[in-house]
C-alpha cells in the first residue's frame, strides 16, 4: 500500500500594495503578484520550504501536499525541489496565477509533481481524509469565515498528516535577510501592519471551537529580531481515531479447585483426556454416542462378531477397550448402550485414557468414557423427528429447566428400523434418562441420574464369505432391557474440607433367542451391580491438596 504524506501549508504573504481581499483583486493583480513573490518576497519560500521539509520528514516520503492560497506557486515549487516523491498542489480562487505556476515547474523540471487547482477554502474540492501535508502562508487573514475554512483543512488531512497556516517568516530565515524583506515592504508602501498576540488568540480560538486538540501556536522570534515582525503561524496534526472500549470485569475461579471437584485427575494427565462439549456434538450432527466418539483424535470403532455392534478404543489404548461411566460412576457391562444413548442430553463426553483414570474405579488401565448428563439453567424444550430407508424413524423429545435450587432435564427417545429386507436386521427401542439437580444449601449439592432402556434388537445376517452358520442362524434379544441410576452428593462446608460420595446401581435383563434348523435356544442373560466412591480432600495449605478415596464394586454376572 502506498502511505501517502500530505501536509498542507497556508503561506501568508505580506502584501505592500494588495490589500484587498482575494475575492477583489483585480485581474492584473496576478502578474504584480508574480513580480512581488519573485523580487521582494523571493527569500522567504527557500527557508520556509526548508523547515517544513525538516519538520515534518517529507524528504523521503510519499504522498500528497496542498499549498492554499499559494498565488503564483513559489512555495510549492520550493516544496517540490526538496522531496523526491511527494506530489504538490498549487490551490487558489484565482486561477490566473495558475500560468506563472506552470511557467515555473516546466522550468525547474518539476511539471510531473505539480499540479494545480481552483479551490476557496470554504468549500474545498478534495476528499476526506486526502492530503498528508497543508500549508499556507499569507492567505488565512483574507479568509472570510475562519472556522469553515480551518474545519475543511482538518477535514481533508489525513489522519497522522500535519498542516501549517499563517503569516510572516519561517524561524530559520536570517535576521539580516528579514529586515531587508521588510523594508523592501515598506518601500513599497507595503508592509502588514497587524497585532502579532490578537492573531494568536484568534487562531487558538478558531482551533478551540473546533475540537482540535493537537495544536501549538508558534511565534517566530530568532535571536537578534528586535523590531522584525516574523509573523504567526498555527500548527495543528490530525490523530487517528481513538476507540475506547467500555469496562470489562472478568471474574474467574481456580483452574482446578479439587475440593470442589474431588475426582480431578491430576494436571500431568491432562494430555490423555479428551473432552468433547455440547457445542462440538451440535456441530458434528451427532446423535448418539458412538457417533459423538467416531471425532475423537486417534479413535477406532471396529464391528466384531453379532451379539455387541461395535468396539471403541483410542491409539495405544489396551485391550479390551475403555469401559463406561455415566456421571463418574463405573459401570462394568455397557454393551450396545452408546448406540442408544442420545447425545442430546449429554452435555460433555470425557474420554480418559489408561492412567488418566486412576481415581473412577477399578477400570485398571483400560480407559474410561464418561458420560456426563445435560443440565439446563433456562427453560429449554426440543422435538426431533426423522424418517429414512428401511422404515427407519426416531423421534427425540427432550426438556429442562432450573426452578429456585433444583435444575431438571428429562430425555426420551425412540429409534426403530426394519433394517435391509430378508437380513434379520430390525430394531425397536425406546429409552428414558433424566437428571436432577439440588443445592438445598451453600456447602450440599446433590445430583441424580437414572438412564432405562427397552425393547427389541435383531442380528443381522452375515454375508459371505462368513461360514454358513451365520448367514442363516436367526439370532435377536428380545427383550434387551436396562436401567442404572446413580446418585452424587459433594458436601463442603467453609474451611479446607470437602468430602463426595457417589453411589450407583444397575440392572441388565435381556433375552438372547437363538434359532437354528436344529432347534430353539433361549439364555437368559441377566446381570446387576452396585457400588459406591468416596472421597475425602483436604487443604493441606494454598498449593497442596491431600485426597483419601475408597471404591466398593458389587458385580453378580
Known amino acids: 500500500m502506498l502511505n501517502r504524506f500530505i501536509l498542507v501549508v497556508f503561506l501568508c504573504l505580506d502584501l505592500p500594495s494588495l490589500s484587498f481581499s482575494q475575492e477583489t483583486r483585480p485581474r492584473d493583480s496576478a502578474v504584480d503578484f508574480s513580480k512581488l513573490t519573485s523580487t521582494v518576497l523571493a527569500p522567504v519560500y527557500g527557508p520556509l520550504a526548508g523547515q517544513i521539509i525538516s519538520d515534518y520528514d517529507l524528504e523521503n516520503k510519499k504522498g500528497t501536499g496542498i499549498d492554499i492560497g499559494g498565488g503564483p506557486g513559489n512555495l510549492v515549487i520550493e516544496l517540490c525541489k526538496r522531496t523526491q516523491s511527494m506530489h504538490w498542489i498549487n490551490s ?44 499556507s502562508r499569507g492567505s488565512f487573514q483574507f479568509w472570510e469565515d ?15 498528516g500535519a498542516a501549517l497556516i499563517g503569516r510572516g517568516f519561517s524561524e530559520n530565515l ?119 466418539l467416531e471425532y475423537v483424535p486417534g479413535a477406532w470403532i471396529e464391528t466384531r462378531g453379532r451379539k455387541v455392534k461395535q468396539f471403541f478404543s483410542t491409539r495405544g489404548q489396551k485391550y479390551p477397550y475403555p469401559e463406561y461411566a455415566v456421571d463418574g460412576a463405573l459401570f462394568r457391562d455397557f454393551h450396545e448402550i452408546p448406540y442408544f444413548f442420545s447425545s ?24 474410561i468414557i464418561n458420560i456426563v448428563p445435560r443440565t439446563y439453567k433456562t427453560p429449554q424444550t426440543s422435538w426431533e423427528a426423522e424418517y429414512g430407508t428401511f422404515g427407519t424413524y426416531r423421534s427425540h423429545l427432550s426438556h429442562g429447566a ?70 442363516t442362524e436367526i439370532s435377536r434379544f428380545d427383550p434387551f432391557r436396562t436401567t442404572f441410576a446413580s446418585l452424587r452428593t459433594l ?57 483419601v478415596g475408597g471404591y466398593y464394586n458389587h458385580w453378580v454376572a
Open 402 to 471: 432450573t426452578v429456585k435450587d433444583v435444575s431438571y432435564a428429562i430425555g426420551v427417545d425412540s429409534p426403530h428400523t426394519d433394517g435391509p429386507d430378508k437380513r434379520n436386521a430390525a430394531e425397536n427401542m425406546a429409552n428414558f434418562q433424566s437428571t436432577i439437580s439440588w443445592k438445598p444449601t451453600q456447602s450440599l449439592s446433590v445430583r441424580t441420574s437414572i438412564f432405562h432402556i427397552n425393547g427389541k434388537r435383531e442380528l443381522a445376517l452375515a454375508k459371505p464369505p462368513a461360514s454358513e452358520r451365520f448367514q
Open 146 to 160: 475562519k472556522r469553515k475554512a480551518f474545519s475543511e483543512i482538518f477535514r481533508v488531512l489525513k489522519p497522522g
Open 344 to 367: 442430546a442430553d449429554i452435555e460433555r463426553i470425557e474420554v480418559l485414557r489408561s492412567s488418566a483414570a486412576m481415581l473412577s474405579g477399578i477400570s485398571g488401565l483400560a480407559g
Open 491 to 547: 458436601y463442603r462446608p467453609a474451611g479446607k474440607n470437602s468430602t463426595e460420595l457417589l453411589l450407583y446401581y444397575a440392572n441388565r435383563d435381556h433375552m438372547y433367542i437363538n434359532e437354528t434348523d436344529t432347534g430353539h435356544k433361549s439364555t437368559h442373560e441377566m446381570d446387576y451391580e452396585w457400588g459406591l466412591n468416596l472421597v475425602q480432600s483436604h487443604a493441606v495449605s494454598a498449593n497442596n491438596v491431600l485426597r
Open 174 to 292: 536570517p535576521v539580516d535577510v528579514a529586515r531587508k524583506v521588510r523594508e523592501g515592504q515598506r518601500a513599497g508602501k507595503g508592509e502588514p501592519k497587524y497585532d502579532v498576540a490578537q492573531t494568536a488568540a484568534e487562531l487558538e480560538s478558531v482551533m478551540k471551537a473546533l475540537g482540535i486538540k493537537n495544536y501549538e501556536i508558534r511565534l517566530p522570534v530568532p535571536p537578534g529580531s528586535e523590531g522584525v515582525n516574523y509573523g504567526v503561524w498555527v500548527e495543528f496534526r490530525k490523530s487517528f481515531p481513538e476507540y475506547v472500549m467500555e469496562p470489562i470485569s472478568v471474574k474467574a475461579s481456580p483452574e482446578r479447585d479439587i475440593r470442589e471437584k474431588p475426582l480431578t485427575e491430576s494436571s500431568g494427565l491432562e494430555l490423555s483426556t479428551t473432552v468433547i462439549e455440547r457445542q462440538e456434538m451440535e456441530k458434528q450432527g451427532s446423535k448418539t454416542v458412538i457417533d459423538v
Open 92 to 135: 487558489d480562487i484565482k486561477t490566473d496565477n495558475f500560468p506563472f505556476t506552470a511557467k515555473m515547474a516546466g522550468e525547474a523540471g518539476l511539471g510531473n509533481r505539480i499540479s494545480t487547482m481552483f479551490a476557496d477554502v470554504h468549500d474545498l474540492p478534495f476528499l476526506d481524509n486526502y492530503a498528508d501535508v497543508i500549508v
